[in-house]
């Protein structure tokens, strides 16, 4: 009669169940003593409040955070590399959902302190769905991938890969496929909170030929995308939108600024709407891709653009800075923030300021623009624009007064230059005002536009102020989503257009013509006219 036999595995299963078990109660019982401390910790914070400074209760609040986050992240990152942090299965899985906890805790709280600083603005009506754009390709295929100008004949390209490896490397030639010429540049990542950003890659290429069709692919993998590089003079076609966001509504305009060609695209501030929630960065960049990596896009920074919140102290404008490098250092800027570049062979100067650095006199903005502007020849470059996010000139209740004190700076040294149209957003409205200078129409100063109608999740600023001390100066109006588009036709005359998204098709509402102010006869821009609905 057979005896059965004990397998030697029985009891290490049982030593194994009993190591778990003990170890989820040690885990527990270090919970409940972590709990504890905090309640204690924070007990004295608020014994002490009142008779120690603000700075200081501050101060313990960076160190708590520091150190909660330190170790998240450390839990988070083992994890990415397949790496245990307890030494058990269970302890790894308990570990990870705290860690996890956390992350989603303070991304709620900094979404909520995010929106609370802004809680006096315009109420608005209810926000629009997003339109999430997803990535479906491998790792080291490039996504998000757009271009800027950079000095007079060359291209930057910039793209995203998930894989941190992947080359920084663009191959381009004039053919399909047939690559004659590469280039490679750098990439970086950064963290905001518990979100790591893939590899951010920016190579520049050229020199290239004005006008010119070229192909080319990044990272050596993956589709290949077609750009047309700008003329070399006039006529040149210039796309301006603001306030994009990635909405339904934003999808319409991109898809009207789609529907007709032109030559380079201006955005006055406020790309991703991501506020914080850095994976809505991610999904704007795809969903921009198929005219950004086409077309130039030229951009500066909004107030949504910031993404720094107290306490936390992360640094301003970390993923915008990040992700879309403009041609700074080619202008003599020292910052990102605020540049200015030549187009059309130098018969056009755009200049893109920073409503969120310091502009009073003394500040280094302000001593740069006054340098640029000097440089200006205005015999060789009869036309001078320059872009904003918050409108010195505004009728509509949204935003009043926000752009006063950059106003009071810096607009001498527009009126002293002759600069011949200053593009804003910020206000989810179109409206476009008369020559103006010091709050009087004046010929010699320049057009002001606002144009943040582009598509934000925010919807549109819909009441203008009917009695404003400005309505004397204020043109047309309308708050409708839609893009604009400056088309100059040579030294002398320039065609304004405002598209509104209209159903199917972007109707023209808005048509003014203007008169470079480097003209010799200085005379007003010529009324625009308003056209009725079709």
């Known amino acids: 009669m057979a005896t059965a036999v004990p397998t030697s595995s029985s009891p290490r299963v049982g030593t194994r169940k009993k190591n778990t078990i003990a170890f989820l109660i040690r885990a527990l019982l270090l919970m409940c003593v972590a709990f504890r401390r905090v309640i204690a910790l924070i007990r004295i914070c608020c014994h002490i409040a009142v008779g120690v400074p603000v700075g200081s209760v501050l101060g313990v609040a960076r160190v708590l955070f520091a150190a909660a986050n330190e170790r998240s992240l450390r839990c988070i990152n083992q994890a990415a590399l397949g790496r245990s942090v307890t030494g058990m299965v269970a302890g790894d899985l308990m570990v990870g959902a705290m860690a996890h906890s956390w992350r989603v805790l303070v991304q709620g709280l900094t979404s909520l302190a995010f929106f609370c600083a802004r809680a006096d603005e315009y109420v608005r009506p209810p926000p629009s769905p997003l339109v999430l754009t997803a990535h479906d390709k491998p790792a080291d295929h490039p996504q998000q991938v757009h ?16 894989d941190r490896n992947a080359p920084s490397v663009v191959e381009y030639g004039k053919s399909r496929g ?8 750098d990439n970086a990542t950064y963290r905001y909170f518990l979100y790591k950003s893939g590899a951010i890659h920016h190579v520049t290429i050229g020199p290239l030929e004005p006008s010119t069709t070229y192909h080319y692919r990044c990272g050596k993998v993956g589709d290949e995308f077609t750009l047309r590089t700008p003329p070399a003079s006039l006529p040149i076609e210039l796309v301006v939108i603001g306030d994009l966001g ?8 991109l898809s009207h600024i789609g529907g007709a060609d032109y030559d380079m695209l201006l ?9 914080t929630q850095q994976p809505l960065w991610d999904s704007f960049g795809r969903l921009v891709q198929p005219l950004a990596s086409a077309r130039p896009w030229m951009v500066t920074e909004g107030n949504h ?11 301003p404008f970390v993923a915008y800075n990040a992700r879309w490098r403009m041609p700074y250092e080619e202008s003599g800027s020292r910052s990102n923030l605020y540049y200015s570049f030549d187009a059309a062979g130098g018969a056009a100067h755009v200049v893109m300021l920073g409503s969120y650095v310091d502009f009073e006199e003394g500040s280094e903005q302000h001593a740069w623009l006054e340098r640029d502007l000097a440089g200006v020849d205005r015999r060789r470059t009869p036309w001078l624009i320059v872009l904003l996010h918050a409108p010195w000139y505004n009728t509509n209740q949204a935003h009043q007064g926000e752009g006063e004190a950059m106003r009071a700076a810096m607009e001498s040294l527009l009126y002293e230059a002759r600069v011949d149209v200053v593009f804003s957003g910020h206000v989810h409205a179109y409206e476009r005002f008369t020559r103006i200078y010091d709050n009087e129409a004046d010929s010699r100063g320049p057009m002001y536009i606002t144009i943040g109608d582009g598509g934000n999740r925010e919807g549109l600023a819909l009441k203008f102020i009917k009695d404003h001390e400005a309505a004397h100066l204020s043109v047309f109006q309308e708050a409708s989503f839609g893009h604009g588009r400056l088309r100059i036709v040579n030294e002398t005359s320039a065609v304004w257009t405002w598209h509104r998204n209209d159903d199917a098709y972007a109707t023209v509402r808005d048509e003014v013509w203007l008169e470079s102010l480097a003209s010799p006869k200085l005379v007003t821009a010529t009324a625009g006219r308003r056209r009725d609905e079709l």
């Open 267 to 275: 955005l006055p501030g406020d790309l991703s709407y991501a506020d």
């Open 246 to 253: 990635q909405t339904e509504w934003t999808a319409s305009t």
């Open 305 to 315: 653009e910031i993404e720094a919140l107290p306490v936390v102290e992360f640094a």
């Open 178 to 185: 047939n690559y004659t010429a590469s280039a490679s540049g």
């Open 147 to 162: 271009i800027s100008v950079v000095g007079t004949n060359k291209m930057r390209i910039s793209w995203v890969t998930d």
